[in-house]
């Protein structure tokens, strides 16, 4: 069984600025442990689940936003237990790992030299986080190098669909996982530039067909619409099973269900 949860479901720059949702990314749980975008907050919203940092196997950041990669240096020398031990896999895109234009890097040297393994991502790279797989998917965002990622699990793969306009190869990228995340950052009548809205979102889970999706990475726009409402038109619209993200929602991929749950926590400031 592999367990995912949900450390914040907020993001841009109002939603995270006022932490109207927490931004803590996503965490994988399997047989090696894979931490998703880990923005503002999310070695707080870890340890306020009971998470250690330190049984981290794997970062992945999918572009240079401080609300995908904030925490990242901190955690970092977590998954190498305070850089004390060269392991574990530090993966993201070209702005995050090595600057990009006006973009990043997002880590420090120091911090690079740590892991047993840094990776620039392009669209189609793997990184292996034995038994598991990372391969990364078009993006279609402001940071030009952004990308998203498909993750072989050992449930199926679930498909993270980061920042990015609809584009056809963001949707033959991530045809059919079992499970898909998409970020939404705009509700129903409200598209920008270079995120999906709604409507896109629909039309991708549509087009693409995943066993489930869950819609996380709320603009500020869709909290005050509630997301709730944004998942049901999508799930009317697409005909999958759509689930509005909520902070600490657990989701547990088996082999013949995906079960979701919040994750009980105890209060911790921040």
Same mark, same amino acid.
């Given at each position: 069984?592999?367990?995912?949860?949900?450390?914040?479901?907020?993001?841009?720059?109002? @939603?995270?600025?006022?932490?109207?949702?927490?931004?803590?990314?996503?965490?994988?749980?399997?047989?090696?442990?894979?931490?998703?975008?880990?923005?503002?907050?999310?070695?707080?919203?870890?340890?306020?689940?009971?998470?250690? &940092?330190?049984?981290?196997?794997?970062?992945?950041?999918?572009?240079?936003?401080?609300?995908?990669?904030?925490?990242?240096?901190?955690?970092?020398?977590?998954? !190498?237990?305070?850089?004390?031990?060269?392991?574990?896999?530090?993966?993201?895109?070209?702005?995050?790992?090595?600057?990009?234009?006006?973009?990043?890097?997002?880590?420090?040297?120091?911090?690079?030299?740590?892991?047993?393994?840094?990776?620039?991502? !392009?669209?189609?790279?793997?990184? !292996?986080?034995?038994?598991?797989?990372?391969?990364?998917? &078009?993006?279609?965002? $402001?940071?030009?190098?952004?990308?998203?990622?498909?993750?072989?699990?050992? @449930?199926?793969?679930? $498909?993270?669909?980061?920042?990015?306009?609809?584009?056809?190869?963001?949707?033959?990228? +991530?045809?059919?996982?079992?499970?898909?995340?998409?970020?939404? !950052?705009? &509700?129903?009548?409200?598209?920008?530039?270079? +995120?999906?809205?709604?409507?896109?979102?629909?039309?991708?889970?549509?087009?693409?067909?995943?066993?489930?999706?869950?819609?996380? +990475?709320?603009?500020?726009?869709?909290?005050?619409?509630? &997301?709730?409402?944004?998942?049901?038109?999508?799930?009317?619209?697409?005909?999958?099973?759509?689930?509005?993200?909520?902070?600490?929602?657990?989701?547990?991929?088996?082999?013949?269900?995906?079960?979701?749950?919040?994750?009980?926590?105890?209060?911790?400031?921040?």
């Amino acid at each position: 069984m592999v367990k995912i949860t949900f450390l914040g479901t907020g993001g841009g720059r109002f @939603a995270t600025i006022y932490q109207a949702r927490a931004t803590g990314g996503i965490y994988i749980e399997d047989v090696k442990n894979i931490h998703v975008d880990p923005g503002p907050g999310a070695l707080v919203r870890m340890r306020s689940v009971g998470l250690d &940092p330190m049984r981290t196997h794997a970062i992945v950041i999918s572009h240079c936003h401080p609300d995908h990669y904030l925490d990242a240096e901190i955690l970092v020398e977590a998954m !190498t237990e305070g850089g004390t031990r060269r392991q574990g896999v530090l993966v993201g895109s070209r702005s995050v790992i090595e600057g990009d234009g006006e973009y990043g890097p997002a880590i420090s040297k120091y911090h690079l030299s740590q892991p047993k393994s840094v990776k620039v991502m !392009t669209p189609s790279s793997k990184a !292996t986080i034995r038994p598991l797989e990372v391969v990364a998917t &078009p993006s279609a965002h $402001s940071d030009t190098s952004s990308v998203g990622f498909r993750i072989q699990t050992s @449930a199926g793969p679930v $498909s993270y669909v980061s920042d990015t306009q609809l584009v056809e190869s963001v949707i033959k990228a +991530h045809r059919r996982p079992r499970l898909m995340i998409a970020c939404v !950052t705009r &509700p129903l009548g409200q598209r920008i530039p270079h +995120h999906l809205s709604t409507e896109d979102a629909g039309y991708l889970i549509e087009k693409a067909k995943p066993e489930m999706a869950v819609i996380t +990475h709320f603009g500020m726009r869709v909290v005050q619409e509630n &997301p709730e409402t944004q998942a049901k038109w999508i799930e009317d619209r697409s005909g999958v099973r759509t689930v509005a993200a909520r902070d600490f929602m657990m989701v547990d991929m088996k082999k013949d269900d995906i079960v979701v749950s919040d994750r009980m926590h105890s209060a911790v400031p921040g």
